[in-house]
């Protein structure tokens, strides 16, 4: 009789932990949906200790993060450490996970990834969501204490270090808060490469393509696709000519900017498939050249320090391509770089890809 009872009261006390536990993450959700509302702009996001400390001057700002690397090294944590293993890109795991239901959590499931931290949000020393960014995608990570496999005398003094910019791994289980919004449950929390410099206010900007949205209908809406104008007044960083200069930062928080980038490759890769696929043959001319021909236009002008000579940076690649055509190469054609020192504007660059081809034996007809 006495080792039933003792039996039943252990039993009783691991269930009430049990409950306790699940009673605590859900608390600790709730406060998740509330903290969604204020990453949406309708609650202010709380900043204390461990916030982004953006309240500071840009100057005092990279002084603060180069003492915080110093006192993690002085306690033995490489900032910049040499391997994190990732199992799945923030891209694919938001596709392999996109279909779970509000408040569904795979608890049995680990995934790790990693990404750069654009928004941090605090809700208690036991509570942070950060919002990570990876190839574009964007996924919320919700950093518990409950579920954490770092120890809570840890855990806030392990929080405290990250930043918005820095680049962290996180490895934890997937799901959904209450309201939807897709999140990784992290267990765990990696400094993977601190960002030592303030980024522009990411609250500057907002997408008008998404306003009044739920918050998963703007993690899948796109702002900007090719085709249609760039929405700049959402633009987070507007400044024009830092944008150009360091274009870096322009696509670190301008995610609509990525997009001209893929559009351009794209039209690159068209152009040599169709190319390829007719019989041409992609070839490389020199750079360099001894009189500046092909095209009517001033040059740059080089030097060559071996050969004691200068010599002048191609306007075109037109006569090499001509003559491989004479050395019996019928169908040819080039992508690269020409140079034209003339004055430029938004669609002139004195430094531009030009796409030559030249075909034997075909007669065109102009009409």
Not at 256 to 277: A, K, M, Y
Not at 290 to 301: H, Q, T, Y
């Amino acid at each position: 009789c006495f080792w039933t009872c003792l039996f039943l009261i252990l039993c009783s006390c691991s269930s009430w932990r049990q409950i306790e536990r699940g009673e605590s993450e859900r608390l600790m959700e709730q406060e998740g949906d509330n903290m969604d509302i204020a990453g949406d702009g309708i609650l202010p996001q709380q900043h204390g200790p461990a916030g982004d400390g953006e309240e500071t001057d840009p100057t005092q700002y990279y002084e603060n993060r180069l003492k915080m690397l110093d006192s993690l090294r002085s306690a033995g944590v490489e900032p910049y450490p040499h391997k994190f293993d990732i199992a799945i890109s923030i891209a694919d795991y938001v596709a392999k996970y996109n279909s779970l239901g509000a408040g569904e959590h795979l608890l049995t499931v680990t995934e790790s990834l990693a990404g750069r931290v654009m928004s941090k949000r605090v809700s208690s020393s036991k509570l942070f969501f950060y919002d990570l960014y990876g190839d574009g995608v964007k996924v919320q990570v919700m950093a518990g204490a409950s579920y954490s496999e770092v120890a809570e005398t840890e855990f806030y003094k392990c929080h405290s270090v990250v930043k918005r910019g820095d680049i962290v791994g996180i490895i934890g289980y997937p799901g959904r808060s209450s309201r939807g919004e897709l999140s990784i449950f992290a267990r765990n929390l990696i400094l993977l490469s601190p960002c030592l410099h303030m980024l522009p206010n990411q609250r500057t900007g907002r997408c008008t393509a998404v306003a009044g949205k739920t918050t998963r209908a703007k993690a899948d809406a796109d702002c900007w696709v090719p085709g249609i104008g760039r929405n700049t007044e959402a633009y987070v960083l507007k400044d024009q000519e830092t944008r150009y200069r360091q274009r870096y930062l322009d696509l670190m928080v301008n995610h609509q900017v990525r997009h001209i980038f893929r559009t351009r490759s794209r039209v690159i890769s068209f152009i040599r498939r169709f190319l390829d696929e007719r019989n041409f043959l992609e070839v490389e001319t020199p750079m360099m050249n001894l009189i500046p021909g092909g095209a009517s236009a001033k040059p740059f002008v080089t030097h060559h320090n071996e050969l004691n000579m200068d010599l002048y940076m191609r306007i075109a690649p037109e006569l090499h391509l001509k003559q491989l055509v004479v050395g019996g190469l019928d169908r040819v054609y080039e992508i690269g770089k020409q140079f034209r020192n003339e004055g430029f504007d938004l669609t002139h660059s004195p430094e531009f890809t030009g796409c030559e081809f030249y075909m034997a034996f075909m007669q065109t007809t102009m009409t």
